[in-house]
């Protein structure tokens, strides 16, 4: 394999004497649940901006269906729930992370239902349902199947409340300001306002992950990777690249976004069928359905190669009609506009990219390797995860990984007793001029590549022919200087992209979401370790 892609520093040219200046104690990059919870908790002592890309609803957590996996169920407990999670991870998660996360959750699901937050109850108590993984219910919901979106409402409520934090919506941003490995704020573009240099004394990177690289994803448009591709070219370390996760079930109609089918279908009693309505998950796991993500999804490509069909059927039909549309109201809407009655029909499933579990590398204070930058939710790695995330824990990840990361960086901000003033920089990065090229095109191209050569099976062959041919476009495009998102975002999936290829060929193994097809086995030996990569 080549040598990894060298991006420049910049993506844009900037002179700090000529462009306009803005200065907040903290600066939020992100507004899911890691974000905004984060942005509260630093309120408390600092003035905070929060900028997003998109409306400050459209991220990932508003999507996100499940639920919450939290201890609060009789019976259950810290061990049980750390447990699952360490064996899901195989051997790659930090169990010092992975209790102080578990330990934490109640407490701040508890503030969530104190600031508003209705969770799903019956008879006025909790309900807890089981997902894949889980070997307890421990997981809340609410609106059946509408729990991001309900922690994301409640945390806006939240922010909308407190004259400590502004919000600017539709603001891209661009690249981390850095010098001498301290980051001291962030260039940001405007539709009309146009570039403007944002200056912090903090800065707090929660900008999710990077699903958009791939053709079939769950993940909205606005996941293409921007805050591990700034992070890496500032310097900072990212770590378990390789990971991805493919969620097993979203619904495949040809031609249409792939929606996502909540695990918590299963959980409730769902089966999958092959092509020939025979039930397979049992002959591949003792757990069946219920087994974790990374089994689930490569036993049903397997069986959609087997059958020769482009997906199998969730099958919940024998679920009481009154319970399946009070459960999953949304799924319900969703499969109506297509046709599909879930009381009646089988729904046709597929794995679609969801989660990166790797991300900039942050230490238990969600701190990066760059000083005055810290990274939290999806576009963090914590070690929460490992190789494999258990359904559930990524909004309990979020929640408790953005409160630490906003009180850290509060109290880092107090420490800084100088007024911010704008370092003297001129940037040039020495673009080339931008000849006639399809942006589109070639993003279309990049996720279609990754789709099939970087997806749930990889093998040396499959990953040197996406190395060629991200490489080939990166030529094409990453000299460029452009001057709108479309362009940035595209240099940034090239950039993530060669990262995620990068180490899948590295870690030569197959170890929970990374299964290579010519390596297998496990290797501990060699392989229980984290690889990291740094510019």
Same mark, same amino acid.
């Given at each position: ?13 900037? @002179? ?19 974000? %905004? ?18 409306? &400050? ?14 201890? %609060? ?21 930090? /169990?010092?992370?992975?209790?102080? *996360? ?62 400590? &934090?502004?919000?600017?919506? =539709?603001? =891209?941003?661009? @690249? %981390? ?31 999710? !992950? #990077? ?23 500032? !310097? ?11 969620? /097993? ?31 397979? $998950? ?32 969730? @099958? ?17 809407? &969703? ?15 597929? /794995? ?7 991300? *900039? ?22 070690? $929460? ?39 003297? $920089?001129?940037?040039?990065? !020495? ?10 095109? *070639?993003?279309?191209? %990049? ?10 099976? +990889? ?10 041919? &991200?490489? $080939?476009? #990166? ?31 590295? +870690? ?28």
């Amino acid at each position: 394999m080549k040598k990894r892609i060298v991006p420049k520093r910049y993506l844009i040219s900037f @002179d700090t004497r000529t462009h306009s200046h803005l200065f907040t104690d903290i600066l939020v990059v992100g507004s899911g649940v890691a974000g %905004l919870s984060a942005a509260i908790q630093a309120s408390n002592h600092s003035s905070v901006l929060i900028i997003t890309k998109d409306k &400050i609803d459209e991220n990932n957590t508003t999507y996100a269906q499940g639920g919450v996996a939290v201890v %609060l169920s009789p019976g259950d407990n810290i061990s049980k729930h750390k447990k699952d999670t360490l064996t899901a991870g195989q051997g790659l998660c930090n /169990p010092a992370i992975v209790s102080k *996360i578990i330990s934490e959750g109640p407490k701040r699901v508890q503030e969530m239902i104190e600031w508003g937050a209705e969770f799903d109850k019956e008879n006025d108590h909790l309900i807890f349902t089981q997902e894949g993984g889980h070997g307890f219910p421990r997981i809340i919901r609410a609106l059946g199947d509408s729990t991001g979106r309900e922690v994301e409402n409640t945390l806006i409520r939240r922010i909308k409340k407190n004259k400590n &934090i502004k919000v600017f919506e =539709y603001t =891209y941003a661009i @690249d %981390l300001i850095t010098a001498d490995n301290f980051c001291h704020g962030i260039a940001v573009w405007h539709p009309k306002k146009g570039t403007t240099l944002i200056w912090a004394k903090q800065t707090i990177l929660a900008t999710g !992950g #990077c699903g958009q690289v791939y053709r079939e994803t769950t993940n909205p448009g606005v996941a293409t990777g921007d805050g591990l591709a700034m992070a890496y070219r500032a !310097g900072a370390a990212l770590q378990d690249m390789e990971f991805v996760q493919f969620h /097993p079930t979203t619904l495949y109609i040809a031609g249409a976004v792939r929606f996502l089918i909540t695990e918590t279908v299963r959980g409730e009693g769902g089966i999958l069928l092959n092509k020939n309505g025979d039930r397979f $998950m049992p002959k591949y796991h003792e757990k069946a359905e219920l087994a974790p993500r990374d089994v689930v999804s490569q036993s049903i490509l397997k069986e959609m190669r087997e059958t020769g069909n482009t997906h199998v059927s969730l @099958d919940i039909r024998h679920i009481p009609r009154k319970r399946l549309f009070t459960r999953f109201p949304k799924i319900k809407e &969703i499969c109506e506009s297509f046709g599909i009655d879930i009381s009646k029909d089988l729904i046709p499933v597929r /794995p679609s990219a969801h989660y990166m579990i790797g991300g *900039i590398k942050v230490n238990r204070l969600s701190m990066t390797t760059v000083k005055h930058l810290y990274a939290c939710g999806e576009a963090a790695c914590t070690g $929460m995860h490992g190789a494999n995330r258990l359904g559930s824990n990524s909004l309990l990840e979020g929640l408790v990984m953005g409160n630490i990361a906003g009180i850290e960086a509060c109290k880092s901000a107090q420490g800084i007793k100088t007024n911010l003033t704008p370092l003297s $920089m001129n940037e040039t990065p !020495g673009a080339s001029k931008i000849s006639w090229l399809d942006l589109e095109d *070639i993003g279309d191209s %990049l996720k279609s590549l990754m789709w099939r050569n970087v997806g749930i099976e +990889r093998n040396e062959k499959r990953l040197l022919q996406a190395e060629e041919m &991200i490489d $080939m476009w #990166c030529k094409y495009v990453m000299d460029k200087e452009f001057s709108n998102p479309e362009g940035w975002e595209l240099q940034n999936m090239l950039l993530v992209a060669s990262l995620i290829v990068s180490s899948a060929y590295k +870690r030569r193994e197959s170890r929970g979401v990374h299964h290579r097809t010519d390596y297998p086995q496990t290797d501990d030996i060699h392989w229980k370790k984290h690889l990291v990569l740094k510019k």
